[in-house]
């Protein structure tokens, strides 16, 4: 599967009850994005006492991204935000094919992130989260996504390297 003509490499999952056959939602994540982002969202659904409840509201993620210095999208600024380089969005928009749970309902919205360096150039990452996708554990995903703290990397991925702030520890 593709997302953003990415390969997918993690889909994270969660069911109501472990002999449920159908899951009650899907997170669907490409190479390229960073791997505290896919352990954030991880390790939250284990941690919830009911991975497939939804706790809170949409606006959960929004306040996890306007906290992070994200800013609101000028014609969506309730439900996206954009990095202060404007190269990362997360959007709760209509979701593409094939991204599902077990809400076979058409055409509801989910929560999408990706990075693009630079308007029409390749993605360097992407992300969809299916319409039943609890808001907290999309916020888990991108208070992970956004942290300031530095993680180590032996090097930038190529066409990052201009946002990139480099940290040097003594």
């Known amino acids: 599967m593709l997302l953003g003509d990415l390969p997918v490499a993690w889909r994270v999952s969660a069911r109501s009850a472990p002999d449920r ?50 800013a609101p999208d000028v014609t969506y600024p ?11 969005c997360l959007t709760l928009r209509t979701l593409p094919e094939g991204i599902w749970d077990e809400d076979p309902t058409p055409h509801l919205p989910g929560w999408q992130a990706w990075a693009e360096p630079q308007a029409g150039a390749p993605y360097l990452w992407c992300a969809a989260f299916s319409h039943s996708t609890p808001h907290d554990l999309v916020a888990a995903f991108a208070a992970a996504l956004t942290d300031p703290h530095p993680v180590t990397r032996h090097r930038p991925p190529a066409p990052a390297t201009r946002p990139l702030t480099t940290v040097t520890t003594l």
């Open 78 to 88: 309730d439900s996206t935000m954009w990095d202060p380089h404007l190269v990362a």
């Open 21 to 70: 056959r159908r899951v009650s939602w899907n997170s669907y994540l490409t190479t390229g994005l960073p791997g505290e982002a896919v352990a954030g969202l991880a390790l939250a659904a284990d941690a919830s006492p009911d991975p497939t409840a939804p706790w809170h509201a949409p606006g959960t993620v929004v306040d996890e991204l306007m906290g992070a210095g994200w």
